[in-house]
């Protein structure tokens, strides 16, 4: 797994790893090569909202409630988007875990917002 941080200015840390903090401008360089060990990184992610994309194309995003030790993923709240358009509310959804491409953490709501604008 991969992820992506986003900071403020360029002098805001970003990423704290083998004791040394990068600036935004830093990470760019260093996340292209950078790997997140995935249980730690699904540990953190647990009750907050991910977006998971499968290799099929769907996106699903809702609250991750659990992940197990194969990676099979629990959503809740979940809503179901189709190339990018919202598809339909699902609920409570398993998702068996040779079917995920990949999980990332939802963006916060003011950073959707700011998108829109």
Not at 49 to 55: A, E, I, P, Y
Not at 87 to 105: E, H, K, M, P, S
Request: proline share 3%.
């Amino acid at each position: 797994f991969v992820t992506t941080w986003k900071a403020k200015n360029d002098n805001d840390s970003l990423l704290h790893c083998c004791n040394r903090s990068y600036t935004s401008r830093e990470a760019k360089r260093v996340m292209s090569q950078f790997i997140v060990n995935p249980k730690p990184f699904l540990v953190d992610l647990t009750g907050k909202t991910v977006k998971v994309k499968l290799k099929w194309g769907m996106e699903y995003q809702g609250v991750l409630a659990a992940a197990d030790a194969y990676m099979n993923l629990q959503l809740s709240a979940t809503e179901e988007f189709l190339d990018g358009q919202f598809a339909g509310f699902l609920g409570d959804v398993l998702i068996r875990c040779n079917n995920v491409l990949y999980v990332q953490a939802a963006p916060a709501e003011e950073d959707e917002e700011a998108m829109k604008e």
